[in-house]
């Protein structure tokens, strides 16, 4: 069966949600006087969407103690970029949105952030963004991307304009520790600059007629707009479900036009139906990693290292 397999709810990333964070930080009291995060319920057990680890972190995330988020996921360790003895500001919400955390946005954590005004930062909102003509049906809610593709964490610097936007939230919030903030916002910033400059050095290689990609879902937007790569096919346009016979007979076809030689799996889906471009095409299989860490790497940075060395291997 073709699917999402189940990704192993890793550990607390709450450390790792703070690397903006200022350890002598004062934590403010929400309403009541709370200063536990009290206004914002536990995570809720997300549901298992295909290409997505909805809840897992890879959409919304609450910082404080409303970071008791699950999962191994980038966008976790994007949201809270702070210092792993830190503390923050108790009793706010930062999230992606663009359909990427159903379970928020029309769930408890919602409505308890709303009722309590708790503060919060919808990151969709904040940075400039690639509208893709594409509606996804996941049965339960949809993707629609004509307003955006959600995937900018794929792009280093869309994600220095990501640590940006938190930098001046917290701040905000924490007038006291914008020095702080601002500081650590800068050295991130900086080791992404560079990752950035990293993989054009050693993407620079790959002749263009190689720069053409087929990857298990829809996720590579801002990468292949940033890296000058075209995404040709997709194995799984609907993540939630399995590939119709039309659309495998399109894709064999798409790879033997394109002369692709190598799809990118990812490790939270079901390998098995490749097993049929392998034989029919006979391409080799490769891995990237979009929203979960997988138990290859253990941070964002490792994990665009990662992708960049298995392009390298690949189309090279």
């Given amino acids: 069966m073709l699917g999402q397999r189940g990704v192993r709810p890793g550990r607390d990333l709450g450390r790792q949600a703070r690397r903006l964070g200022r350890p002598d930080a004062g934590r403010p009291a929400g309403p009541g006087g709370r200063r536990d995060g009290a206004g914002l319920p536990p995570p809720p057990h997300p549901p298992a969407h295909g290409g997505h680890a909805h809840g897992e972190a890879g959409g919304g995330l609450g910082v404080g103690r409303a970071s008791r988020h699950r999962g191994d996921d980038p966008l976790a360790q994007i949201n809270g970029i702070g210092s792993h003895d830190a503390s923050l500001p108790d009793d706010q919400l930062i999230r992606n949105a663009l359909y990427l955390e159903p379970f928020i946005e029309a769930g408890a954590w919602r409505r308890a952030a709303s009722d309590a005004a708790i503060p919060q930062l919808v990151l969709a909102d904040e940075v400039a963004l690639i509208a893709v003509d594409q509606v996804i049906d996941h049965?339960?809610?949809?993707?629609?991307?004509?307003?955006?593709?959600?995937?900018?964490?794929?792009?280093?610097?869309?994600?220095?304009?990501?640590?940006?936007?938190?930098?001046?939230?917290?701040?905000?919030?924490?007038?006291?520790?914008?020095?702080?903030?601002?500081?650590?916002?800068?050295?991130?910033?900086?080791?992404?600059?560079?990752?950035?400059?990293?993989?054009?050095?050693?993407?620079?290689?790959?002749?263009?007629?190689?720069?053409?990609?087929?990857?298990?879902?829809?996720?590579?937007?801002?990468?292949?707009?940033?890296?000058?790569?075209?995404?040709?096919?997709?194995?799984?346009?609907?993540?939630?479900?399995?590939?119709?016979?039309?659309?495998?007979?399109?894709?064999?076809?798409?790879?033997?036009?394109?002369?692709?030689?190598?799809?990118?799996?990812?490790?939270?889906?079901?390998?098995?139906?490749?097993?049929?471009?392998?034989?029919?095409?006979?391409?080799?299989?490769?891995?990237?990693?979009?929203?979960?860490?997988?138990?290859?790497?253990?941070?964002?940075?490792?994990?665009?290292?990662?992708?960049?060395?298995?392009?390298?291997?690949?189309?090279?």
């Fill in 139 to 316: 049965g339960d809610h949809v993707h629609d991307l004509r307003g955006g593709d959600p995937h900018v964490w794929l792009d280093p610097l869309k994600t220095v304009e990501v640590v940006a936007v938190i930098e001046t939230h917290l701040a905000g919030l924490d007038p006291a520790g914008a020095a702080t903030y601002a500081a650590n916002a800068d050295t991130y910033a900086a080791e992404l600059v560079a990752l950035d400059a990293a993989y054009r050095a050693a993407l620079a290689p790959i002749p263009p007629e190689a720069r053409k990609l087929v990857v298990a879902h829809d996720a590579y937007t801002y990468f292949a707009a940033r890296y000058g790569f075209e995404v040709v096919g997709v194995v799984l346009p609907n993540p939630d479900g399995e590939p119709s016979a039309r659309e495998i007979a399109e894709l064999l076809g798409t790879i033997e036009e394109t002369g692709v030689s190598v799809i990118f799996a990812e490790p939270q889906f079901d390998g098995g139906i490749l097993e049929v471009f392998v034989q029919e095409n006979g391409v080799e299989i490769g891995e990237l990693l979009t929203d979960a860490f997988a138990d290859r790497v253990t941070s964002y940075v490792d994990l665009m290292r990662y992708n960049r060395d298995s392009l390298v291997t690949h189309l090279n």
